[in-house]
């Protein structure tokens, strides 16, 4: 008897929606999830696939509020099918797609375009998010209910902050209305003026123009200060300095209606990472080298600004972890770190870059999953929690990755058409095995293999 059934039998199952974590199976049938826990033979359906999840983690699927993905205009950069395909071997299943695109998504047409794209070529769910702004510009709000009509889960300048105050504030008071989120790219452009990397010891070292940590701060005080005036909803992206996290903590305990991120490179990198591998300085001709790969914004900062962001994923204060993942071509990167292009390709090596902190225990498994996928959910609001669930009768997006697997980055195996990462030639440990959107098979590893069908007895 043939069957569309697949069957998870004794993997790790960690579903931070129902406080879950323990050996179990999963079944999947028909796009869902049909069964969970631990199976009988006569709850499995004859000819069904069976993948031994022994030593595997099994998730939902990750959820990646911040993603770059180029389309349109930037197509030599990425494209929605290379980003989906990078998506689904990194275990994310749904991504948010930014509005820094040409032209940018500030009206309906574009939306309709991204979404069009996505069915056609996309192997994971692709939800847009809109301009703050026309044109991006910081002059004038888009037309906020028109986006929010046409399917957009956010608004965001990114890439740009809203730096006018007024336009800040007005588009708060739009997103309480609407029931969406402000993502306000947190940068204080007198501040951080020409700088190209963190400031400190490092830049000056380098002859680097440096960005303060104020830059990052004095914005999100303006923001949170703006979303306590209007009840508006703001997400803070991209948080990278220490100071950063008592503004977002406090304003919480303020019952504010504001949530943060964090990206993997800033949990995991610091400012000396500019200096060539690891940060081991390099030399050559003519003086000094560094590595432009290592060039983001917001920048890699120092180790006690990644060990307060740790802190406050650990603990909550941060809700979720997002990639950010800028994917460039090669000549943005291979020019001097004046002229490099800002950003880093992500997707396909943050969850070994997390797992780092799981096997240093600075941040439990089930803490890492929950900021991956329940985070995340929570910010895009209650419609999307199924999203972020094992639950029998959701969607069977899931990820299935072996936390122990060492593994060598090689951005030649990339599936984004973007190279440009620090993490080429390292070891990480942790990969995933297998990636699963609406039940269908998106994404197997070399390693995965599936036993003989199952036969009823």
């Known amino acids: 008897m043939e069957t569309d059934s697949i069957l998870i039998r004794h993997a790790r199952i960690v579903d931070p929606s129902r406080k879950l974590d323990r050996v179990g199976d999963l079944l999947l049938g028909s796009g869902e999830i ?9 709850r499995i359906p004859e000819g069904c696939r069976v993948i031994d999840g022994a030593g595997l983690v099994a998730s939902p699927g990750f959820i990646d509020l911040h993603c770059h993905l180029r389309e349109p205009g930037f197509e030599y950069k990425e494209t929605i099918a290379a980003g989906s395909k990078a998506a689904a071997k990194g275990g994310f299943t749904t ?24 069915r056609q070529d996309s192997l994971v769910r692709i939800l847009p998010i809109g301009c703050v702004s026309k044109g991006r510009k910081g002059h004038e709000l888009a037309e906020m209910e028109e986006l929010a009509s046409a399917g957009v889960v956010a608004f965001s300048d990114d890439g740009d902050p809203v730096y006018d105050a007024n336009l800040m504030r007005l588009a708060l008071i739009y997103s309480s209305d609407l029931g969406l989120p402000i993502i306000n790219h947190c940068q204080e452009l007198s501040l951080s003026c020409n700088g190209v990397m963190a400031e400190g010891p490092v830049a ?28 508006g909803r703001l997400h803070v992206a991209h948080l990278s300095t220490a100071g950063s996290v008592p503004l977002v903590r406090d304003a919480k305990a303020r019952g504010l209606s504001v949530t943060a991120e964090v990206c993997p490179h800033h949990l995991t990198s610091t ?56 994917p460039h071509d090669v000549t943005s990167k291979q020019v001097t770190y004046q002229d490099a292009a800002f950003g880093i ?27 991956l996928t329940t985070g995340p959910a929570r910010v895009l609001g209650e419609s999307y929690s199924d999203l972020a669930s094992l ?60 036993e003989e069908p199952h036969v009823n007895a």
């Open 391 to 450: 639950q029998p009768g959701t969607a069977a997006d899931i990820v299935l990755f072996d936390p122990e697997r060492e593994w060598t980055v090689d951005t030649s195996e990339f599936e984004s058409k973007g190279r440009n990462t620090p993490l080429e030639g390292t070891t990480l440990k942790g990969r995933v095995v297998a990636t699963f959107a609406g039940g269908s098979l998106i994404y197997q590893s070399p390693e995965l293999k599936f």
């Open 271 to 326: 400012d000396q990472w500019v200096l060539g591998r690891k940060g081991e300085p390099t030399t050559a001709a003519g003086g000094l080298a560094y590595d432009t790969s290592t060039k983001v914004y917001p920048p890699l900062r120092a180790q006690r600004d990644v060990e307060a962001l740790v802190q406050a994923l650990a603990d909550g204060v941060i809700d979720c972890v997002a990639t950010d993942h800028a």
């Open 204 to 231: 000056t070292h380098l002859g680097l123009d440096g960005i303060p940590a104020a830059a990052e701060e004095t914005m999100i005080a303006r923001d949170i200060a703006l979303a306590e005036a209007t009840g």
């Open 345 to 371: 390709s992500v997707l396909e090596t943050a969850l070994g870059s997390l797992l780092q902190l799981v096997h240093a225990k600075k941040l439990s498994m089930g803490a890492m999953v929950d900021r």
């Open 95 to 118: 991504i948010c797609a930014m509005p820094n695109t040409d032209p940018p998504v500030d009206n309906a047409a574009v939306v309709e375009f991204i979404q069009k794209r996505a």
């Open 34 to 42: 049909t069964a969970a826990g631990r199976l009988g033979p006569d």
